[in-house]
């Protein structure tokens, strides 16, 4: 598995469309036609894609986000930077939990500051102002990799409704 592999399987949900085409699935993303077809087999063969990689195995994949995605993709906060909201900073954690603390993916085109957080792949800060369920996603799944208990736990709770 790859970074990217979880922001593809993010984007099939977010979209929820079987007749997904990989060009399409490619340009919404801002990734190679190539590393979506990577994407899909590596996903296939770990069994998170079914039906010849047209459908999430749901399940698999919360349960993957659950236990393993802060230990395989593991990320600190670092420097103070503008960029995109993310984590417990962005919708729909922002409402819950309030802090002064800001988390953003790095991006020049961002409008807040905050502590970087690097996304799983490099251009998840552009696809995501294309798609606000992705970034909802993605945020919630960052807030996994990076909050404490109580984060993770509001975080788990949310994705298990959207995924599941």
Same mark, same amino acid.
């Given at each position: 598995?790859?970074?990217?592999?979880?922001?593809?399987?993010?984007?099939?949900?977010?979209?929820?469309?079987?007749?997904?085409?990989?060009?399409?699935?490619?340009?919404?993303?801002?990734?190679?036609?190539?590393?979506?077809?990577?994407?899909?087999?590596?996903?296939?063969?770990?069994?998170?894609?079914?039906?010849?990689?047209?459908?999430?195995?749901?399940?698999?994949?919360?349960?993957?986000?659950?236990?393993?995605?802060?230990?395989?993709?593991?990320?600190?906060?670092?420097?103070?930077?503008?960029?995109?909201?993310?984590?417990?900073? !962005?919708?729909? &954690? #922002?409402?819950?939990?309030?802090?002064?603390?800001?988390?953003?993916?790095?991006?020049?085109? =961002? @409008?807040? %500051?905050?502590?970087?957080?690097?996304?799983?792949?490099?251009?998840?800060?552009? !696809?995501?102002? &294309? #798609?606000?369920?992705?970034?909802?996603?993605?945020?919630?799944?960052?807030?996994?990799?990076? =909050? @404490?208990? %109580?984060?993770?736990?509001?975080?788990?709770?949310?994705?298990?409704?959207?995924?599941?």
């Amino acid at each position: 598995m790859k970074p990217q592999d979880i922001v593809v399987l993010a984007k099939l949900i977010a979209i929820n469309d079987m007749d997904y085409t990989q060009m399409a699935l490619a340009e919404m993303l801002y990734m190679s036609q190539s590393e979506i077809s990577s994407s899909i087999s590596r996903s296939t063969y770990a069994g998170l894609l079914m039906n010849r990689g047209k459908e999430v195995n749901r399940k698999l994949f919360f349960d993957f986000i659950k236990y393993g995605l802060a230990v395989v993709f593991p990320q600190h906060p670092g420097a103070i930077v503008r960029g995109t909201l993310t984590a417990h900073s !962005a919708p729909p &954690l #922002d409402m819950e939990i309030v802090s002064e603390e800001k988390y953003v993916w790095p991006y020049a085109k =961002g @409008r807040s %500051r905050g502590q970087s957080i690097i996304p799983l792949y490099p251009t998840v800060p552009k !696809a995501v102002a &294309l #798609d606000g369920n992705l970034h909802e996603l993605l945020a919630l799944m960052d807030a996994v990799r990076v =909050g @404490r208990a %109580r984060e993770k736990n509001l975080a788990l709770a949310l994705l298990k409704n959207r995924i599941c």
